[in-house]
């Protein structure tokens, strides 16, 4: 079956854009995680994550984020989302995962 | 309590590969209902957060659970159940928080461990209406 999660990182002088479409569920969930721990594990840097195209996250995605952030800041960097859709902002706001995460 | 109209029911393998598939038959049925975007988007993740607990937890003596819909005028009814009875109680520990936070914020009535025949429940109810079983 297809992935339904694409996910494409861009190396700038001082930070790793890391552009998410598609859904993060339970069937992505482990594609992701690789993904987004293999960009900090290479590259100790911030991130930038461009969630424009991402369409739906639930408690599997929000936990891998969570894991991720604590990981980059071990490294003393840090993790910035940005165009976060309504729906997927909402979810942030209601777990208060908006307080954790720099959000644009 | 208001009559059930219609009634649909899915049957769910414990796999992760087709929670998709409930999302999909709930935005569905939440569309044609008249719900409004945010609304949906909120019981679509309700509802994969009930099967991504059915599929991290598995069952040893059951192949399925299932997801039945129950239509009505005003408010749409959820229940999951399974013929793996242990699994009743299904949000039990504390790394449920985050999930069923976001259940019960989304959702106007969630039953867990009900004393009943079924595992869990969860409505719906457009605004205005009672989302209890009134």
Do not use: H, W
Request: hydrophobic share 40%; with cysteine; glycine share 6%.
């Amino acid at each position: 079956m297809p992935s339904e999660l694409i996910i494409r990182e861009e190396l700038s002088r001082d930070y790793l854009k890391v552009s998410i479409t598609g859904d993060i569920d339970i069937y992505t969930a482990q594609e992701f995680k690789e993904k987004l721990y293999g960009f900090i594990d290479t590259y100790n840097i911030d991130l930038k994550i461009d969630c424009l195209g991402l369409n739906y996250i639930d408690s599997t995605g929000l936990g891998i984020f969570v894991e991720a952030l604590k990981k980059t800041k071990l490294f003393g960097k840090d993790i910035q989302l940005e165009n976060l859709k309504d729906n997927i902002r909402k979810l942030f706001i209601i777990t208060g995962l908006n307080k954790l995460f720099i959000i644009k | 309590m208001e009559s059930i109209t219609d009634k649909i029911v899915l049957i769910m393998p414990f796999k992760a590969d087709y929670v998709s598939v409930a999302r999909l038959t709930v935005s569905g049925i939440a569309s044609r209902m008249g719900f409004d975007i945010e609304t949906i988007e909120d019981i679509k993740v309700s509802v994969a957060e009930v099967c991504n607990r059915f599929v991290g937890a598995g069952s040893k003596s059951a192949d399925s659970f299932k997801i039945v819909f129950n239509i009505s005028a005003g408010k749409l009814i959820i229940i999951f159940d399974s013929q793996d009875k242990t699994l009743k109680c299904i949000f039990n520990d504390s790394d449920d928080g985050i999930s069923l936070s976001i259940i019960n914020a989304f959702m106007d009535n969630v039953e867990l461990c009900p004393d009943n025949s079924y595992i869990l429940s969860m409505t719906k109810a457009f605004e205005g209406i009672s989302g209890n079983g009134e």
